[in-house]
Structure formats: structure tokens, C-alpha cells
């Protein structure tokens, strides 16, 4: 081993540090009493707050089940503190403060970036499943929708062309009002072919849906304290423009026979679906459609807009053709231009987060700077005496620049660890602190999604050991400058 690699560890964890007979049970006693202390103190804090009871009711099945994963907080907590003392006993103090400061950071950015990066994979995934890949509008309502998606299914890459009309209905039960979308769903589609909404309902079955009968969102179920087999009523705007002619329609009365649950509020709380022959008796259409939703072989965007760009070129004609008899040009948008705004947003969020967060690694590299400055200043004869023995400065400076490196490569993989161990228990951690229907009103998700990506890895990681080894450029320039004789002379 090179020698300055061995006086950088040697000087980071000195060996022999406290060592006695009776250091190894007082660490041990230590551990057990501070750990055991913050656990007592945790769980007086969620029970007189009525958190357990609240986790109880969300996340477990069982009493036993709670006690048991709480049991294990316990063992995590011993874990973490036996690090803590076990690094105080075999590091000096400033040292050991760095590692942990460059832990915490590294846990922030790790926690922060794979939640922001599950939010943004859920979401894409979400707008997709809800909305399909493509979807294909006109100004007004497309006259011949069988026609366009017969030919939408020739184009290569298209897996499912569904026909959609859109709408807005009130929905009362019990005298609980609503007023969701409503939306057609192909009942005669063969099941490898239908909407992926309804292919596996929450409850129910979606053979059963007929002309007399409706599908309602999980969340909207919820709010209305409709269950399977109720009766709502369904009021559409067609009875206000028969009022005007002096026609009276009755609300129809459906039959409720499946929930779907898409795991995306926004949809669940605000969605129901009929059969399409249903739907335009509600609004009194002939055969037209508001839309036609394309489903792809493949998610991936790059193949998404070359399908658009075919879909497009394919319907050319058709355009030129509509222009002679009808107004209606029909345009293709794919998922991520539908849903711009809201992507965009998210973007920039995630953006800001880590910049910031990179803030917190940047005073950690600070607290490297002043660990090794002080290491420095107390070993300025030790570095005087390397410098007699034939040391040249730059394996002086050698040595402080690769302490750094050691406490950026501990204190990141340590937080790799602890960022792992947050993300895991995520869900259990935020629904102890915040009520879960704000969780759901705010971010849309029943649970907090999550995301590893390599990348973030790879970038956190790379930019935690640059910083920390630039951190101790600076006291290295300083003890290579150190003339031998002024150190030896050093009292």
C-alpha cells in the first residue's frame, strides 16, 4: 500500500483509539441505552398523538402485525446508533462529524430525487393508462369514428383504437350530488383488447355492463357511499335543452356492476363509464365520437411519435376528403403534449429540489475543510518529520486530499444505506405524520411512489466524492507548503 494512502487512513481511523479491555461492553451498554431512550421517546410521542392507531388502521392487518414492525424500529434504531457511537470511538470528533454530514446529504438527495422520480414515472404512467398513448380529436364531434380507427389499426405499433365519447353528467345517490366525466368503454371488444381501465376491476365484473347499468371511480364510490349492485341517477345536459322545447326527460336510473380503481385520484374520484350506445342516447348523438384513444405495442416516447407522425400522414387524405363535406379536421396528440403543463412543472420542481438539497453536501465539504485544517494544525510536527524523512510535498498534500476522499466514500455509502432504508418504509414514516386523505387530495397517489434510477446514483455519488476531495485541496496546499524545520520547531 502506497505510504500516503496509509497515513490517510491511519490518521482518518487511528487505531488502538480507546482501546481497553472494557471498551467494547461500555459501547455495547451505550448503544442499547440511547437507542432504547429515543425509542421509548417515539413511541410516547405517536401514541399520545393517536399515530399508532392511525398506522394501525392504514398499514397493518393485525394489532400483532403493528407490534411487530415497531419491535423492528427498535433493532433499526440500535443499528443506526451502534454506527454512530461505533464511529465517535474510531475517528476524531471533526472527522466523525463530517462522515455524518455528508450522510445526511447524501440521504436528502437519495430520498428526495427517487420520490420526485417516482412521482414523474407514476404520473407518465397514469396519463398513459388513462388516456392512452394517442389520442385523436376533431373541432367538433368526428362523424365517421369507425372509419378513422379501422384505418388507425392498419399503421404499425397500434394495439388498441377505441372510440370515445366524452361528457359531463350529475350523479346523485341518496341525495348526495356529483358531477364527474363520463365516458364511454367498448363492451364488445375482445378482453386482450379493452380498455386497460376495466380489465381488472376493484370490484365487480365488466361483462356485466350493459345500457342499464354504470362503472364508477373507486374515489367517487367513496364520496357518493355507493356499493356494488346500488342504483344512481344520471342527469345529463340533453334534459335541459328538451326543457327549452317544452319536452320533459327523466334522470336514468343505471345499476351500479364494477368499481375501477386506476390508483390516480384525479381519475378515481372523478370518472364513470357507460356503454357507447348508453352515452349517446345521453347526449343524443347519432353515431359520432368527442375522440379516439390509440393504445400502443410500446410506452416508449420516441416510438409513440413516430406512430403520430404515421397516424398522421395516413390521415392526410382522409382530412382532405372530411374538407369538401364537413368542417371537422381531426388532429393526433400524444400523452406528454396533452399533459405539458403539468410534466413541466414537475420538471422544474424536481429540478429545484436538487439544487437545493445540494446545498446541505456543500456545508458538509465545509465541515471536511475544517476536520482537516484543524488535523493540520495539530499535526504540523507529525508533517515536519515526514518532510525530514525525505517525504516530498505533494505526497504531504496527498495524504489530506485522500482523507477527504475517505469521508466522502464512508459517509456516502452510509447514506446510500439510510436513503434505502427511508424510501422503504416511506409510506408507513409519512402516514404516522399526515392524515391520508391530504396525501391523497395533494399528490393524487394513494401511496408515495418511489423510483431508483442509476443515474442519480451514479450523479450523487460522483459529485459527493469531488466535493469532498476538493474540500481538502485546500489544507493540503497548506501542509505541503510547510518548510520541515518550522515544523519541527512547531510547539
Request: some cysteine.
Amino acid at each position: 500500500m502506497p505510504w500516503p494512502v496509509y497515513l490517510a487512513m491511519k490518521h482518518l481511523f487511528p487505531t488502538g483509539r480507546g482501546a481497553t479491555r472494557s471498551a467494547p461492553r461500555r459501547a455495547v451498554g451505550l448503544t442499547l441505552a440511547i437507542a432504547t431512550v429515543l425509542f421509548v421517546v417515539l413511541v410516547a410521542f405517536l401514541w399520545w398523538h393517536g399515530v399508532l392507531w392511525r398506522m394501525r388502521a392504514i398499514n397493518y392487518d393485525t394489532t400483532t402485525s403493528l407490534v411487530a414492525h415497531v419491535a423492528l424500529v427498535w433493532v433499526y434504531l440500535v443499528i443506526g446508533v451502534g454506527f454512530v457511537v461505533l464511529l465517535f470511538r474510531c475517528t476524531p470528533f471533526f472527522n466523525a462529524m463530517s462522515i455524518l454530514g455528508i450522510t445526511l446529504g447524501v440521504t436528502v438527495l437519495l430520498t428526495v430525487q427517487s420520490v420526485m422520480n417516482g412521482f414523474a414515472y407514476e404520473y407518465d404512467s397514469m396519463f398513459i393508462k388513462t388516456q392512452g398513448n394517442l389520442i385523436v380529436r376533431a373541432d367538433s364531434l368526428i362523424k365517421n369514428p369507425q372509419e378513422v380507427a379501422q384505418a388507425i389499426r392498419q399503421v404499425s405499433g397500434v394495439k388498441i383504437v377505441e372510440p370515445v365519447v366524452f361528457g359531463v353528467v350529475m350523479l346523485q345517490h341518496d341525495n348526495a350530488p356529483a358531477f364527474p366525466q363520463i365516458r364511454s368503454f367498448d363492451i364488445d371488444a375482445p378482453p386482450a383488447l379493452r380498455n386497460p381501465m376495466v380489465k381488472e376491476l376493484d370490484s365487480g365484473k365488466f361483462d356485466d355492463l350493459d345500457d342499464h347499468s354504470i362503472l364508477l371511480g373507486y374515489g367517487l364510490a367513496n364520496q357518493l357511499g355507493v356499493h356494488l349492485g346500488d342504483h344512481v341517477l344520471v342527469y345529463t345536459p340533453l334534459m335541459l335543452d328538451r326543457l327549452q322545447k317544452s319536452e320533459l326527460l327523466t334522470p336514468k336510473d343505471l345499476q351500479v356492476v364494477g368499481i375501477f380503481k386506476s390508483n390516480f385520484a384525479p381519475y378515481d374520484n372523478n370518472t364513470v363509464g357507460v356503454t357507447p350506445r348508453l352515452m349517446r342516447e345521453l347526449y343524443g348523438f347519432d353515431d359520432e365520437a368527442t375522440a379516439i384513444e390509440v393504445r400502443l405495442d410500446n410506452d416508449d416516447l420516441e416510438h409513440t411519435f413516430e406512430v403520430k407522425t404515421a397516424i398522421q400522414k395516413m390521415l392526410a387524405p382522409l382530412n382532405a376528403r372530411l374538407a369538401q363535406g364537413d368542417p371537422a379536421h381531426l388532429t393526433v396528440e400524444t400523452w406528454e403534449e396533452r399533459n405539458q403543463d403539468q410534466l413541466t412543472i414537475l420538471y422544474v420542481e424536481k429540478s429545484v429540489m436538487f439544487y437545493i438539497m445540494v446545498v446541505i453536501v456543500i456545508v458538509a465539504a465545509f465541515c471536511i475543510l475544517c476536520s482537516l485544517a484543524t488535523s493540520v494544525v495539530r499535526k504540523t510536527r507529525e508533517i515536519g518529520v515526514l518532510g525530514a524523512m525525505g517525504a516530498s510535498p505533494s505526497g504531504v498534500a496527498t495524504i489530506f486530499c485522500l482523507q477527504g476522499l475517505l469521508i466522502g466514500i464512508v459517509g456516502t455509502f452510509v447514506g446510500m444505506g439510510l436513503a434505502v432504508f427511508l424510501l422503504y418504509y416511506r409510506q408507513e414514516i409519512v402516514t404516522s405524520v399526515v392524515d391520508q386523505r391530504l396525501i391523497i387530495e395533494f399528490y393524487n397517489f394513494y401511496a408515495f411512489p418511489v423510483q431508483f434510477q442509476p443515474w442519480d446514483f451514479v450523479k450523487i455519488t460522483g459529485f459527493t466524492f469531488f466535493i469532498s476531495t476538493l474540500a481538502g485541496i485546500l489544507p493540503a496546499i497548506w501542509a505541503a507548503r510547510l518548510k520541515p524545520a518550522d515544523c519541527l520547531r512547531y510547539e
